[in-house]
């Protein structure tokens, strides 16, 4: 069941104050991304978490939160505000392709409109050529991204698989480039 969050999402850069929320939200990320990879938590429950380290203390990194306010009367409806509904990391900032390397919806906002909402908000916080990785095995993220380039893009797109650096064991990502002008 989807929760009815139209209209009400809010996007913010995050703040050193939101480290704990954004620690809680990656566990999530990381333990759905589990389910793709197999990769098992460190043995104290944690993740790998380098990037959403470096998007916390890197000046050429960012980390972008994503609030919704449910509507009370609908399915999964809460009173109370605002509550966390997903998060993007950004590197290269200051270059001039900028990489969404993680991008996170939680299931109860998925199939609302919110991540194509926020995905476009990040996006338009540096107009210019972007660029995305994803995994052809995580099939919901093939389709997004494409239909986030194409909202994006229109048909001016591109897509192409390439290795992992120092991982020859992987399979390729997927990487998705394109200009926005907004």
Do not use: K
């Amino acid at each position: 069941m989807t929760t009815d969050l139209t209209g009400s999402l809010t996007t913010r850069p995050a703040t050193p104050e939101d480290a704990v929320l954004l620690e809680r939200l990656w566990l999530l990320f990381r333990h759905e991304m589990s389910g793709l990879t197999g990769t098992l938590p460190n043995p104290d429950g944690t993740f790998r978490r380098e990037r959403l380290d470096a998007a916390l203390t890197d000046p050429g990194r960012l980390a972008v939160l994503a609030r919704a306010t449910p509507r009370a009367d609908g399915p999964g409806g809460h009173a109370g505000g605002p509550r966390p509904v997903g998060f993007a990391l950004v590197r290269d900032t200051t270059a001039p392709t900028r990489v969404l390397n993680s991008f996170f919806v939680v299931r109860g906002a998925r199939r609302s409109g919110v991540g194509r909402r926020f995905a476009a908000e990040v996006l338009a916080l540096f107009p210019g050529p972007w660029e995305i990785a994803f995994q052809d095995t995580n099939t919901p993220a093939v389709h997004f991204w494409r239909a986030v380039a194409t909202d994006a893009a229109g048909d001016a797109w591109t897509e192409e698989r390439r290795s992992v650096p120092g991982r020859p064991d992987l399979s390729p990502d997927t990487w998705i480039s394109f200009t926005t002008s907004r």
